[in-house]
């Protein structure tokens, strides 16, 4: 269930060292298969990128920033809930004020990343294929997709 002390709202410049830390501490306590490739500085700068050209909004629990969804067209480039507040639906509110404003939507996700495939799958994403690991980190993900009824 959907907390109801949850907000979304567009993310600020300001807010980019939250989103690091979130990024940072979600990709290595809940992603911990995934090899460390970026520092901190290469992370901010890549958010930094990201927030200049694409939809990036974030989700308060109690008015503090929990997690963050980076859009861009119909690609969903990122979507990270701190590890301190997994589970108390700020993914599935950021996920769901995505879906409201997009006909359809698709990401990738890591093979190994069980808790966000099932995440996804009850959110309504299909499979669409899988690969041995055409990304970065060089290790096998799937592409779901999400199209409105
Ligand atoms: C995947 C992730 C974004 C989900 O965010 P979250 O805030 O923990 O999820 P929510 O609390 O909004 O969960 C929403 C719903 O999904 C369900 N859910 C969440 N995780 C689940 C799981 N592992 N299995 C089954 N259901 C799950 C919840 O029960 C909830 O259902 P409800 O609304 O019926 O109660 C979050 O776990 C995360 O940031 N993981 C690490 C980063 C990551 O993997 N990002 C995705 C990269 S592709």
């Known amino acids: 269930m959907v907390d109801q002390h949850i907000q979304i709202r567009a993310a600020t410049e300001k807010d980019l060292p939250r989103l690091v830390e979130i990024f940072r501490a979600s990709r290595q306590k809940l992603l911990p298969f995934l090899p460390i490739l970026y520092s901190r500085e290469q992370d901010f700068a890549h958010l930094k990128d990201l927030l200049s050209r694409g939809d990036v909004k974030i989700g308060l629990l109690d008015h503090q920033l929990f997690g963050f969804l980076?859009?861009?067209?119909?690609?969903?480039?990122?979507?990270?809930?701190?590890?301190d507040a997994i589970g108390k639906g700020v993914g599935k509110a950021l996920l769901d004020d995505a879906k409201s404003r997009a006909r359809r939507l698709e990401l990738w996700c890591f093979e190994a990343n069980l808790r966000a495939r099932q995440f996804y799958e009850q959110q309504g994403f299909a499979l669409v294929r899988t690969t041995p690991g055409e990304n970065d980190e060089g290790l096998p993900d799937r592409l779901y997709r999400w199209v409105r009824d």
Do not use: K
């Not at 980076?70 to 590890?83: G, S």
């Open 70 to 83: 980076v859009r861009i067209d119909h690609w969903i480039a990122h979507l990270y809930v701190h590890p």
